[in-house]
């Protein structure tokens, strides 16, 4: 049986590409000013510079780059602008895809590249690339640089920029590579600049280059009325935090993920530490709050994960095997990389990062405990001292008081209770196994078992005691049961506030004078409370302050309390 077959002629339809259109969106991958000035070091880099120079000058619409690197002949700067996109540089170079060499297109009137190969150092030929703006994006189809020959320089690694001088009727230069972008276009959002901003960019995506360079960027900024606003050397340290073992991770998805991380030093009191991301043999970075984020928003990553690691707590360099950058150099490929990566960030959290920064955690906690409690220590022992507090101050005995101190029998020599204050009625309790359990002593001597300045705290770790000076009286934070305010010993002078209590955790969100006032309020409670330890009325006035304090805790927290006052004039 024949079959008839019958073969369509097809037609072609030509697309048509408007070449300086083409470039101009390219270009527009980066809008600011920042964001060119880093491809421009990025390229620098690419040529092993050791020292790159910068001056913005937003008066004259303008700004400079130059580096003293290998340089680029002219042969290679060509075949870079006819690979536009297509990925000419090395895997380990910081920037494959060429397109920041164009990036100043539509930004400005026109902009130059300046560069003396090494191998034209003995003749001293300067090539140089001139790129008009206007003209490019007016070309419909090949896109022509001019290219000329400068003969007028003289590379002298010796020469000042801001000093010039003349050797051989030529202008001495320390560099081998200028841009030199001209007449930047009239555009707050464009020209913005923020210094301390581009100064981490810097560190963040290329660190660990300029680390193994030696490299250091010189910045110069001058302002749109002229004046010089900041100078800056931008150099890349060596990570000085406590190094933590690599960790290592592999999967299918992401290959081999390494994380080179440390636990960050503390600067102010607080630890800042920024982690990067990069593929392995690449050394641009990014930096983990940036290119992880995403991985929230997908569901690949718990948002615990993501917190602990950009948290500040580490510092140092997460490097995964299978990554693929964007070309924007943002971030990352969204593909199962991602995934892999996830999955290693996870793995990792889970056997290393957790425990440090629960540990980092309890110990910035701590120390505001202890701020806090020295803080409401100091008001309470100045506000004890007036007179009319001398007979109460009589109910108070601890094995820490010095001579002068007055003695009674105290509670809990007998019966071995505490006093906890549930948010409403007094609940006779046991000794706790942490307050320890003081013999019958003398005047002034201290107990064999009482152990001043330390209590055991969450997770075993042994946390600071604050003691005051005058009354004998000390202050502990633990976690008790939820509806105990605090636990009071007269007998030891031991206040023990309850850290997981609501009111406790209010005021500790809202601050450090919040949670000190706090303190000072319960310690004002339990201590007017003394007298009545042996009455019928204790239960009574224990509840009624008790409620007091807990329709005073939004006026502590909002500064509307009337110890608030009194406190902040008592601790300036």
């Known amino acids: 049986m024949k079959t008839n077959e019958t073969t369509a002629q097809s ?4 697309i048509g590409v408007h070449m300086g259109n083409v470039l ?14 880093l491809e421009q070091i990025q390229n620098a880099l690419d040529a092993e510079a050791k020292t790159i120079s910068i001056k913005i000058d937003l008066q004259k619409r303008e700004f400079h780059i130059w580096d003293n690197g290998t340089g680029v002949s002219r042969k290679e700067f060509d075949e870079a602008l006819s690979l536009i996109c297509k990925g000419r540089k090395e895997v380990g170079k910081l920037g494959r895809f060429g397109i920041g060499v164009i990036s100043p297109i539509g930004k400005c009137k026109y902009f130059t590249f300046t560069s003396l190969a090494k191998d034209d150092v003995g003749r001293d030929v300067f090539n140089v690339w001139t790129f008009n703006s206007s003209e490019i994006t007016k070309a419909e189809s090949d896109v022509n640089i001019p290219c000329d020959e400068q003969d007028n320089l003289l590379y002298w690694p010796d020469t000042n920029l801001a000093r010039p001088i003349k050797l051989r009727g030529k202008n001495c230069v320390p560099w081998k590579t200028q841009v030199k972008v001209v007449g930047l ?3 707050r959002r464009l020209s913005r600049i923020n210094m301390n901003s581009l100064k981490a960019e810097i560190v963040s995506n290329f660190g660990k280059a300029m ?4 490299a250091v960027v010189k910045i110069t900024y001058i302002d749109e009325n002229g004046r010089m606003a900041r100078t800056v050397d931008v150099v890349a340290e060596a990570y000085t935090g406590e190094e933590l073992p690599v960790f290592k991770n592999d999967s299918t998805a992401a290959g081999t993920t390494f994380f080179r991380l440390y636990l960050a030093d503390k600067k102010n009191g607080e630890r800042s530490g920024k982690v990067n991301v990069s593929a392995i043999g690449n050394p641009f970075r990014v930096p983990a709050r940036a290119c992880l984020s995403e991985l929230i928003g997908s569901g690949l990553l718990e948002k615990e994960v993501f917190d602990d690691i950009v948290s500040g707590v580490f510092e140092g360099d997460i490097e995964c095997e299978k990554l693929t950058l964007k070309v924007e150099r943002d971030g990352f490929v969204d593909d199962d990389t991602l995934a892999g990566l996830a999955e290693a960030l996870a793995d990792w959290h889970n056997q290393v990062g957790l425990r440090h920064v629960l540990a980092v955690k309890e110990s910035k906690q701590e120390s505001v405990f202890q701020k806090t409690g020295m803080w409401a220590m100091n008001f309470i022992e100045t506000l004890f001292k007036r007179p009319e507090f001398e007979d109460l101050l009589s109910y108070l005995k601890t094995g820490t008081i010095g001579k002068g101190h007055k003695e009674r029998k105290s509670i809990g020599e007998t019966d071995e209770t505490l006093l906890s204050h549930d948010g409403g009625s007094l609940q006779p309790r046991k000794r706790r196994v942490l307050s320890g359990r003081s013999k019958p002593h003398g005047k002034g001597e201290e107990r064999k078992t009482h152990s001043p300045g330390t209590v055991a705290g969450p997770r075993g770790t042994k946390r600071s005691r604050v003691k005051g000076h005058s009354l004998g009286l000390q202050f502990e934070h633990e976690r008790l049961s939820a509806d105990v ?15 997981s209590h609501e ?16 303190q000072a309020t319960v310690a004002q409670i339990a201590l007017v409370l003394l007298p009545y330890v042996d009455s019928t009325q204790y ?17 502590i927290v909002e500064g509307k309390s009337f110890f608030t006052d009194k406190f902040k004039k008592a601790k300036v």
């Open 11 to 14: 037609r072609m339809t030509r």
């Open 24 to 37: 101009l969106i390219l270009a527009e991958r980066y809008r600011k000013l920042q964001k060119m000035i």
């Open 185 to 187: 276009r009239m555009d």
């Open 211 to 214: 680390q193994e360079l030696g």
């Open 485 to 499: 305010v605090y636990d009071f010993d007269p007998d030891s002078g031991v206040l023990t506030y309850n850290t």
């Open 503 to 518: 009111y406790w955790q209010i005021c500790e969100a809202a601050g450090e004078t919040s949670l000190a006032v706090y």
């Open 539 to 555: 239960e009574i006035q224990a509840e009624i302050l008790i409620d007091f304090l807990g329709l005073n805790i939004h006026q």
